[in-house]
């Protein structure tokens, strides 16, 4: 662990909502979120999006109870560490999946502090490398990090629309980037939903002939007007057939195990599929992979070096995420509607309704495609 001169303010009782056990309903919660140390920026949250990982970590992923999950922050500055520089209190910062890593490996030296091989801290249900504590989440009045992790909301681009930018944008453009998309490549995105919607405008803007795969009829519409030039329904197999070693690339936001022999076919000599959701199993021939020298891989979310050039692309090019803005007190419905796939295409939390309402929450109307 690192050490550190404590700031000398103290720290601040935070209303919040936290599954107070595992698989628990979110309720109302407060806990005392501590005060900024020199190098950090502490904000008010404005906006938190609601990303699937949120339901994982209050289920089977979550290692300490309560817990308050949210890692999609957009916030005001409301204070500053001593040794802050770039910051000023009433800019609008946003705060991503992780707040801390080694610094000293050599992911984290270029920037990468996502494959930080001491394993980076979590913006919840990590432990802080300094006091050891439980970091908790975005679903809360204020959060403090290092200024390292904390980056400036680009001119222009809507507050609320941009905080999913810090982790179901990351997570797509990172790759995309990785594998050096641009013009004269066919790409494929397999699902659209959070990650999907986000990977078909930036494979566009990037200059890419985009297909969307979807297993839904009522998506095609909705993904040719997010970018998409071609949709493919992936349950038709004479349509899959026909995609046979057309694609440079393939980003797989699935995380549900299918079928993925023909997706895997659908790749060119040396071609890539990138699998970001990681289901719990793969279900394809490996022998597809030889017939291609094809390559099956993954990615992680990004570090800070990708996380800068993302929001730069973004304020170039006006990408922001499609959402639905909820009230604090409708989260509980929105997890539910998540689960099931019901949302066009992410929610986001107005934290400035977090201290409003402790009766029964109002119930959130099914999506219209």
Same mark, same amino acid.
């Given at each position: 662990?690192?050490? &550190?001169?404590?700031?000398?303010?103290?720290?601040?009782?935070?209303?919040?909502?936290?599954?107070?056990?595992?698989?628990?309903?979110?309720?109302?919660?407060?806990?005392?979120?501590?005060?900024?140390?020199?190098?950090?920026?502490?904000?008010?949250?404005?906006?938190?999006?609601?990303?699937?990982?949120?339901?994982?970590?209050?289920?089977?992923?979550?290692? &300490?109870?309560?817990?308050?999950?949210?890692?999609?922050?957009? =916030?005001?500055?409301?204070?500053?560490?001593?040794?802050?520089?770039?910051?000023?209190?009433?800019?609008? =910062?946003?705060?991503?999946?992780?707040?801390?890593?080694?610094?000293?490996?050599?992911?984290?030296?270029?920037?990468?502090?996502?494959?930080?091989?001491?394993?980076?801290?979590?913006?919840?249900?990590?432990?802080?490398?300094?006091?050891?504590?439980?970091?908790?989440?975005?679903?809360?009045?204020?959060?403090?990090?290092?200024?390292?992790?904390?980056?400036?909301?680009?001119?222009?681009?809507?507050?609320?629309?941009?905080?999913?930018?810090?982790?179901?944008?990351?997570?797509?453009? &990172?790759?995309?980037?990785?594998?050096?998309?641009?013009?004269?490549?066919?790409?494929?995105?397999?699902?659209?939903?959070?990650?999907?919607?986000?990977?078909?405008?930036?494979?566009?803007?990037? =200059?890419?002939?985009?297909?969307?795969?979807?297993?839904?009829?009522?998506?095609?519409?909705?993904?040719?007007?997010?970018?998409?030039?071609?949709?493919?329904?992936?349950?038709?197999?004479?349509?899959?057939?026909?995609?046979?070693?057309?694609?440079?690339?393939?980003?797989?936001?699935?995380?549900?195990?299918?079928?993925?022999?023909?997706?895997?076919?659908?790749?060119?000599?040396?071609?890539?599929?990138?699998?970001?959701?990681?289901?719990?199993?793969?279900?394809?021939?490996?022998?597809?992979?030889?017939?291609?020298?094809?390559?099956?891989? &993954?990615?992680?979310?990004?570090?800070?070096?990708?996380?800068?050039?993302?929001?730069?692309?973004?304020?170039?090019?006006?990408?922001?995420?499609?959402?639905?803005?909820?009230?604090?007190?409708?989260?509980? =419905?929105?997890?539910?509607?998540?689960?099931?796939?019901?949302?066009?295409?992410?929610?986001?939390?107005?934290?400035?309704?977090?201290?409003?309402?402790?009766?029964?929450?109002?119930?959130?109307?099914?999506?219209?495609?």
């Amino acid at each position: 662990m690192r050490t &550190s001169t404590p700031h000398p303010a103290a720290g601040t009782t935070t209303a919040a909502y936290a599954a107070l056990e595992r698989g628990g309903p979110l309720v109302p919660w407060q806990f005392e979120r501590r005060a900024p140390r020199p190098d950090d920026v502490a904000v008010r949250v404005l906006y938190c999006g609601v990303c699937h990982s949120d339901i994982h970590s209050i289920g089977e992923w979550g290692q &300490s109870f309560p817990l308050v999950p949210g890692h999609e922050i957009v =916030g005001e500055v409301t204070a500053l560490g001593a040794n802050v520089g770039g910051f000023a209190v009433g800019d609008l =910062g946003m705060i991503g999946v992780i707040v801390d890593s080694c610094r000293a490996c050599e992911p984290c030296r270029h920037g990468m502090e996502i494959y930080c091989r001491e394993f980076p801290v979590q913006t919840f249900d990590g432990v802080d490398r300094i006091d050891g504590t439980r970091t908790r989440g975005g679903y809360s009045a204020h959060y403090v990090a290092d200024q390292r992790f904390v980056y400036h909301l680009p001119k222009g681009l809507d507050p609320a629309a941009a905080a999913p930018l810090l982790c179901a944008g990351v997570t797509t453009y &990172s790759p995309l980037r990785h594998w050096k998309v641009g013009p004269g490549m066919t790409v494929g995105v397999v699902g659209i939903g959070g990650l999907g919607h986000l990977a078909i405008k930036f494979a566009r803007a990037m =200059g890419a002939h985009v297909v969307a795969f979807t297993t839904s009829p009522k998506k095609v519409e909705a993904a040719l007007a997010l970018g998409a030039h071609e949709v493919v329904l992936s349950t038709d197999a004479g349509q899959m057939a026909a995609q046979a070693y057309r694609f440079d690339f393939i980003l797989d936001t699935v995380s549900a195990t299918y079928p993925m022999t023909p997706m895997i076919a659908a790749l060119k000599l040396d071609a890539t599929l990138c699998s970001l959701g990681i289901p719990d199993s793969f279900d394809f021939a490996p022998l597809m992979l030889t017939m291609g020298r094809r390559r099956l891989a &993954s990615s992680g979310a990004a570090g800070t070096a990708d996380t800068h050039e993302m929001l730069a692309f973004c304020a170039e090019h006006g990408i922001v995420a499609d959402i639905e803005l909820i009230a604090m007190d409708q989260i509980n =419905g929105a997890l539910q509607r998540l689960e099931k796939g019901e949302v066009y295409y992410r929610f986001v939390i107005d934290m400035g309704t977090i201290s409003a309402g402790r009766g029964k929450a109002p119930a959130i109307p099914a999506p219209t495609p």
